[in-house]
């Protein structure tokens, strides 16, 4: 068996497949970086179907899936046609280095990937199935159902809404794939393996900008040219860096310490709770090799949160996530700000104004910030994306 899981823990046998047990139950605004570990516990949370063996997320819908067609709604599997989802991921070309032409985006099976791929460039995008019976409901999987719960205020997602972020890289050395966790990709007779070198967590919560982490590989790839089998770290140490990087500073008051010599470790708290989950050999194999590099619940605490893969981009790697994504919006005239990163503290009211010459943009409405919420189509031009309108207010 791969390094995959030689343990299934924590899970009930129901149809064929593996639910997992466990949820976060700390309150994420006492101790938001226990939170975060323990929803990486959850969305990592091992299944199975048949011989095939995965973690929770990854039987989770893309968006790709999920706003596939304007007309009809997306068609949530039930707990007996659950699988481990084909792997496919989703290019954001970023010309100029911070902003994404929505109708630019595309998704591709992970055998098109060159060798040359960059590594942030290799990512994909999973809605759990709350998230996804919510869109069904609300119909906002096309802009017409969304501007409608936008303007009238009630695009408000259910607090177990979950979605993750995870950027891959190809991995050619097996030793190095050991202390990853990896995903093969069949490209003829050739079988690739990619490993994950980051992972975005972000969930509802019951808070009004949602809950948001994010997780990376040890030690972190180089910000600048990290290809996708050039440049990867060699993991497996039990040490944590002093330092994410000099751009991305670590901020996990739960999961890691200082040890007499300033080497920073993970706490006896994080093994226990890993252990406790039943996911001491994944622990021991895999995730001990991640780290938490930040949280965030509201513009104002830990103002600036950043990846330095999904984030490489951004100028000294200054980002925040909630930020950014409180322009995920929808205008009157069915038009979207641009995915502007690099942007830290409050939201301005300015973004959400007109900001044409002729009154052809429309009032912006906000989205909850979901960004996925921008690849859906309209109902009257079911091929064409909303198009995208920056907004220089800042």
């Given at each position: 068996?791969?390094?995959?899981?030689?343990?299934?823990?924590?899970?009930?046998?129901?149809g064929?497949?593996c639910?997992?047990?466990?949820?976060?139950s700390?309150?994420?605004?006492?101790?938001?970086?226990?939170?975060?570990?323990?929803?990486?516990?959850?969305?990592?949370?091992?299944?199975?179907?048949?011989?095939?063996?995965?973690?929770?997320?990854?039987?989770?819908?893309?968006?790709?899936?999920?706003?596939?067609?304007?007309?009809?709604?997306?068609?949530?599997?039930?707990?007996?046609?659950?699988?481990?989802?084909?792997?496919?991921?989703?290019?954001?070309r970023?010309?100029?280095?911070?902003?994404?032409?929505v109708?630019?985006?595309?998704?591709?099976?992970?055998?098109?990937?060159?060798?040359e791929?960059?590594?942030?460039?290799?990512?994909?995008?999973?809605?759990?199935?709350?998230?996804?019976?919510?869109?069904?409901?609300?119909?906002?999987?096309?802009?017409?159902?969304?501007?409608?719960?936008?303007?009238?205020?009630?695009?408000?997602?259910?607090s177990?809404?979950?979605?993750?972020?995870?950027?891959?890289?190809?991995?050619?050395?097996?030793?190095?794939?050991?202390?990853?966790?990896?995903?093969?990709?069949?490209?003829?007779?050739?079988?690739?393996t990619?490993?994950l070198?980051?992972?975005h967590?972000?969930?509802?919560?019951?808070?009004?900008?949602?809950?948001?982490?994010?997780?990376e590989?040890l030690?972190?790839?180089?910000?600048?040219?990290?290809?996708?089998?050039?440049?990867?770290?060699?993991?497996?140490?039990?040490?944590m860096?002093?330092?994410?990087?000099?751009?991305?500073?670590?901020?996990?008051?739960?999961?890691?310490?200082?040890?007499?010599?300033?080497?920073?470790?993970?706490?006896?708290?994080?093994?226990?709770?890993?252990?406790?989950?039943?996911?001491?050999?994944?622990?021991?194999?895999?995730?001990?090799?991640?780290?938490?590099?930040?949280?965030?619940?509201?513009?104002?605490?830990?103002?600036?949160?950043?990846?330095?893969?999904?984030?490489?981009?951004?100028?000294?790697?200054?980002?925040?996530?909630?930020?950014?994504?409180?322009?995920?919006?929808?205008?009157?005239?069915?038009?979207?700000?641009?995915?502007?990163?690099?942007?830290?503290?409050?939201?301005?009211?300015?973004?959400?104004?007109?900001?044409?010459?002729?009154?052809?943009?429309?009032?912006?409405?906000?989205?909850?910030?979901?960004?996925?919420?921008?690849?859906?189509?309209?109902?009257?031009?079911?091929?064409?994306?909303?198009?995208v309108?920056?907004?220089?207010?800042?």
């Amino acid at each position: 068996m791969s390094n995959r899981w030689q343990l299934l823990a924590f899970t009930l046998m129901i149809g064929g497949w593996c639910v997992p047990q466990t949820q976060p139950s700390t309150d994420p605004k006492v101790n938001p970086d226990r939170f975060a570990w323990e929803e990486f516990i959850s969305v990592n949370q091992p299944v199975q179907f048949g011989k095939k063996d995965g973690v929770l997320w990854e039987t989770w819908m893309s968006p790709e899936e999920v706003f596939a067609n304007p007309n009809v709604a997306p068609e949530l599997p039930s707990s007996t046609g659950k699988e481990i989802r084909p792997f496919r991921l989703m290019q954001t070309r970023i010309p100029g280095g911070s902003n994404v032409d929505v109708a630019k985006i595309t998704f591709m099976h992970c055998s098109e990937l060159s060798k040359e791929t960059a590594a942030g460039d290799a990512k994909e995008v999973r809605l759990n199935d709350a998230t996804v019976k919510f869109i069904i409901k609300k119909k906002l999987y096309n802009t017409e159902g969304q501007l409608l719960a936008a303007s009238q205020g009630s695009l408000n997602f259910p607090s177990d809404s979950v979605e993750v972020k995870a950027a891959w890289a190809r991995i050619d050395d097996p030793d190095l794939a050991k202390s990853y966790f990896t995903r093969t990709c069949h490209k003829g007779a050739e079988t690739q393996t990619f490993g994950l070198i980051s992972l975005h967590i972000t969930r509802k919560a019951g808070l009004a900008s949602w809950f948001w982490a994010t997780f990376e590989h040890l030690p972190p790839p180089k910000t600048q040219g990290h290809t996708a089998t050039g440049d990867l770290p060699r993991g497996g140490a039990p040490e944590m860096l002093d330092q994410c990087s000099a751009s991305f500073p670590c901020q996990d008051s739960f999961g890691s310490k200082k040890d007499q010599k300033g080497t920073l470790l993970p706490t006896d708290d994080l093994v226990t709770l890993f252990e406790n989950r039943g996911l001491k050999q994944q622990w021991n194999q895999i995730w001990r090799n991640y780290i938490l590099v930040g949280t965030q619940i509201d513009f104002t605490q830990r103002p600036v949160l950043g990846n330095s893969i999904l984030e490489n981009q951004f100028k000294d790697g200054r980002s925040s996530c909630i930020t950014c994504h409180s322009r995920a919006t929808i205008s009157d005239k069915g038009k979207r700000l641009n995915y502007q990163g690099g942007l830290t503290g409050a939201q301005q009211a300015c973004w959400f104004q007109d900001n044409s010459n002729d009154n052809t943009n429309g009032l912006f409405h906000q989205t909850d910030f979901v960004w996925s919420l921008m690849l859906a189509k309209s109902t009257a031009a079911p091929t064409r994306r909303a198009k995208v309108v920056p907004n220089p207010c800042r």
